[in-house]
């Protein structure tokens, strides 16, 4: 959605050279970033395993090798279950990743006053809503755990995708019974990741913009003015 956006930025009529530069720079910014994207197993489950994308936007190939991925991830969670050598501190690791507590349903903070929804994010929900493609498939019945896996997977990929707005991890807390195993994997996947060292000194900024004389800036303001902060070097702003 970003390159779709960047794209279509940039098909307009003549803009002030220096917005253009930004949109240009930022293209090529997006597109070194995301470029090898797919090759990060740890990224492509997380998407598939994300009941509001699922297989809308990987190739059946892609999908094949995602869904093998998955197998091969239940068995090394098997293998380190009964390996003796494992450490304790890396079984109270695994105990509380894989604890029963998938979720709670919270609600997401407001951008702002006013209930404008998100250009991407609208434009996305009608990406994922333009095709079903939520076509059958069939599988022998066995009672390994492969085909139980395999059984389940089958089952989440013909379920119809969430809506955009609604909450994943609501949706497997509501469906874990069913999709035991792959429950299990999804609340891995799904988790929230370590924070990194730019988002930090975003907060770090954004706590220097809300100071008491400052205390009812709407957010939606406050974060423009850390976009022009961090980006000025782009419009060749000085200050």
């Known amino acids: 959605m970003l390159g779709k956006k960047l794209d279509d930025y940039l ?3 003549q803009d002030s050279d220096p917005i253009r530069v930004a949109v240009t720079t930022l293209k090529t910014e997006v597109s070194a970033k995301f470029s090898l994207l797919e090759e990060n197993n740890l990224y492509v489950i997380a998407t598939y395993l994300d009941p509001r994308y699922k297989h809308k936007f990987f190739t059946p190939v892609t999908e094949e090798n995602i869904k093998d991925d998955i197998l091969k991830i239940r068995t090394n969670i098997e293998n380190d279950v009964s390996n003796s050598q494992i450490s304790p501190n890396f079984k109270a690791a695994k ?16 951008t702002s006053g006013t209930a404008r929804k998100p250009c991407l994010k609208s434009d996305l929900a009608m990406m994922l809503d333009s095709s079903s493609e939520d076509e059958s498939q069939e599988i022998s019945e066995n009672g390994s755990p492969d085909a139980v896996l395999k059984k389940e997977l089958l089952s989440y990929r ?10 994943p991890l609501k949706w497997w807390s509501v469906n874990r019974t069913e999709l035991k ?7 891995r996947f799904l988790s929230p990741p370590p924070a990194s060292v730019p988002s930090e000194q975003l907060f770090s900024s954004a706590g220097l913009i809300y100071e008491p004389l400052r205390n009812r800036l709407e957010s939606e303001k406050a974060a423009i003015l850390l976009f022009i902060k961090y980006n000025s070097t782009i419009f060749k702003f000085s200050y």
């Open 158 to 167: 013909n379920k119809a995708r969430l809506n955009i707005n609604e909450n």
């Open 95 to 110: 105990k509380m990743k894989m604890g029963d507590s998938l979720v709670k349903d919270t609600e997401q903070p407001g």
């Open 11 to 13: 098909t307009r009529p």
């Open 181 to 187: 195993i792959l429950s299990g994997i999804a609340r």
